[in-house]
């Protein structure tokens, strides 16, 4: 293991840090007011971190969900989509229900996971029958989905209220509980920990896992030992479509407390860099959750105060992704120079 | 009739960048690399076409700026697939945020707003002219892949890169050339959203394009001209949504505009086991 091997996250961090430092000299502000609104604006106060530790959830969701994916080989580019769907069940059911409180949040979770995994099974279904490439199918499905959401939210689920594209709000009582008072952190955040753990145990303890990491890393040899891959393949994909919808359900639960067509700003993209600089292990996923949840959040106070558009982070987000990639080959050719 | 022949003129249109970006396809996965950054290059050729365009007053001199910013586009994924072995996907999913990322910052610095560019100038009646190149690039690709040591080259790249080695060549040169051109073709199909068909760079214009584009490379058979033959398809989807609008009372404009998406959907699902990719597409060499 060398040394640019083990602390490819530390590396990634680094560049993080140079490259905004020059996207803020390019914009005209000192990398160092510029630093210091992104961190004041994501850690600053409870009020702060609460915003902080809301992305932090968002973009965990789905993470976990691709995560699964791309164990399994699958290269699930739909969260975004999956999330969406979710969201769309669970503020459409929640704004028609009438039971009581703790069995609606119970049933607009399940809806979320439902939806997210109807959309990722299809794909998975696809790709299993047909084997239609998931990649592509993944990415369509996400406009499908959020067409299919502007009408009927434009039409037959849209709030009587409403001024926008979005449902009737949610009766308070089928809100998520907050963690942190006077901030909009749900209890989604535990949720999201927990599933966090589950996968963890999964990869490591237990035959599904074991076959999971088996079709992604040799197929082949996985499919002359008797895994049913087709199962495995359409397995995989809703449950990561699942995990999107629930963090889909739990935005609307949780944050927003009604679905509205602007709910996600991109978080089944970004989450793919959430997974990938996570390495594919659920824990380091939290971390890496955090690290992006701190730059969604800070990334708007930042914006605000030096003038740094937030979408630029996407441009460092492809940035990470790319050199961690890389980082493989680089440690491999330093390791062999070493040896020679 | 007349509906008739705004649908044939709008699916052409449409088509048209669908049809560059997919020959792009074809040729980066003949040579062995896969391309899920057309979707990005595309951005990139498109934004930077509206930026020259807009500081020169000059479209065609945009048109060209959009193809070299597709091409070094192409070359970074060229460069991250076969001199850093980077997985191609991985790789390609990198270059699409860069390129989105990258188009949204551009747009705040130079125009000083974020969403979109101001109006520039755009090629106007005269984007005929590449309606009817993107069909001659896809005689010629065909032409050149198929009949020329070039294109047999390329292919073999694609089919097994050890043979085009022990033939004395380089398939790492191959590939990076190949997919450099991909890339080039993607930034000329942007270059065609934002300056032929329109004239301005919004964020998000590509719409998806880049991804619809490998399904008809995947329709096609990984040919140029059953490539463009598909992409002509999804072209007619995507111009129906308009032609049919206000027309079809029980169902919604929002709705339709899912059409080129499922038809691309279909499309994917309904080529099984009738097509084969290159035997080393995706596989690093």
Redesign the interface.
């Known amino acids: 293991m060398s040394v640019l091997h083990r602390f490819g996250g530390i590396v990634a961090v680094l560049l993080v840090i140079v490259l905004m430092s020059l996207a803020m000299v390019v914009a005209g502000t000192s990398p160092i007011d510029g630093f210091s609104a992104l961190l004041t604006g994501a850690l600053g106060g409870s009020n702060q971190l609460g915003e902080t530790l809301v992305a932090t959830t968002a973009l965990l969701f789905p993470a976990l969900g691709i995560c699964l994916a791309f164990r399994a080989g699958l290269f699930n580019i739909g969260a975004e989509g999956q999330l969406i769907v979710g969201a769309l069940l669970a503020g459409a059911a929640g704004a028609q229900m009438h039971v009581a409180a703790p069995l609606a949040i119970a049933i607009m979770l399940l809806l979320g996971a439902i939806g997210g995994g109807v959309w990722g099974g299809i794909a998975g279904w696809m790709k299993a029958r047909f084997n239609a490439n998931e990649i592509i199918s993944t990415l369509m499905l996400n406009f499908v989905a959020a067409s299919v959401a502007l009408t009927l939210v434009s039409g037959p689920l849209r709030g009587p209220l409403a001024t926008g594209a979005e449902t009737a709000w949610l009766p308070p009582q089928y809100w998520l509980p907050t963690l942190i008072p006077h901030t909009r952190l749900s209890a989604a955040l535990v949720l999201a920990l927990a599933i966090a753990a589950v996968l963890t145990w999964v990869f490591r303890a237990t035959v599904f896992g074991y076959e999971l990491n088996a079709a992604g890393e040799a197929p082949e040899a996985a499919k002359r030992n008797g895994i049913n891959i087709a199962r495995l393949t359409w397995l995989s994909l809703t449950l990561s479509g699942a995990i999107a919808g629930l963090g889909g359900a739990s935005i609307v639960t949780g944050e927003l407390h009604r679905f509205n067509t602007q709910l996600s700003p991109g978080y089944g993209f970004t989450a793919i860099a959430v997974a990938l600089v996570g390495d594919l292990q659920p824990l380091w996923i939290c971390v890496a959750a955090f690290g992006f949840g701190i730059l969604e959040s800070g990334g708007l106070a930042m914006q605000a105060s030096a003038q740094v558009p937030k979408d630029a982070i996407h441009l460092i987000e492809g940035l990470i992704i790319l050199v961690l990639a890389a980082r493989r080959y680089v440690a491999t050719r330093i390791e062999k120079g070493q040896a020679a | 009739m007349e509906i008739l022949s705004a649908l044939i003129v709008l699916t052409l249109i449409k088509a048209t960048p669908i049809i560059y970006a997919a020959l792009g396809g074809v040729i980066s996965e003949r040579s062995g690399v896969i391309n899920?950054g057309l979707e990005?290059m595309m951005a990139a050729g498109a934004f930077t076409a509206a930026i020259v365009s807009y500081a020169t007053n000059a479209p065609l001199l945009g048109v060209l700026a959009g193809i070299v910013a597709g091409g070094l586009a192409g070359l970074?994924l060229a460069i991250?697939a076969t001199r850093?072995?980077?997985?191609q996907?991985?790789?390609g999913?990198?270059?699409?945020?860069?390129?989105?990322?990258?188009a949204?910052?551009g747009?705040?610095?130079v125009f000083n707003q974020?969403g979109a560019s101001k109006q520039v100038n755009a090629l106007g009646p005269n984007y005929w002219v590449l309606v009817v190149l993107a069909f001659a690039l896809a005689i010629a690709l065909q032409w050149l892949l198929s009949r020329t040591p070039w294109g047999l080259r390329v292919r073999a790249c694609g089919e097994n890169p050890r043979s085009v080695a022990a033939a004395g060549l380089d398939p790492l040169a191959l590939r990076t050339f190949a997919v450099t051109l991909s890339g080039a073709l993607a930034g000329l199909g942007g270059a065609f959203l934002s300056i032929g068909e329109l004239n301005l760079y919004s964020?998000g214009m590509t719409?998806?394009r880049g991804?619809?584009a490998?399904?008809a490379v995947?329709f096609g058979r990984w040919n140029p001209l059953g490539a463009t033959a598909a992409s002509v398809v999804f072209g007619l989807f995507e111009a129906l949504q308009y032609v049919l609008q206000g027309k079809i009372s029980w169902l919604?404009a929002?709705?339709m505009?899912?059409l080129p998406?499922?038809a691309?959907?279909i499309a994917?699902?309904?080529?099984?086991?009738r097509v084969r990719a290159p035997a080393s597409d995706g596989v690093p060499y």
């Open positions: 899920i990005g970074v991250a850093f072995k980077v997985d996907i991985v790789a999913t990198g270059i699409n945020l860069i390129c989105a990322g990258g949204a910052y747009l705040v610095l974020p964020d719409a998806g991804f619809i490998l399904a995947i919604p929002d709705a505009q899912a998406y499922i691309a959907l994917l699902a309904g080529v099984t086991g």
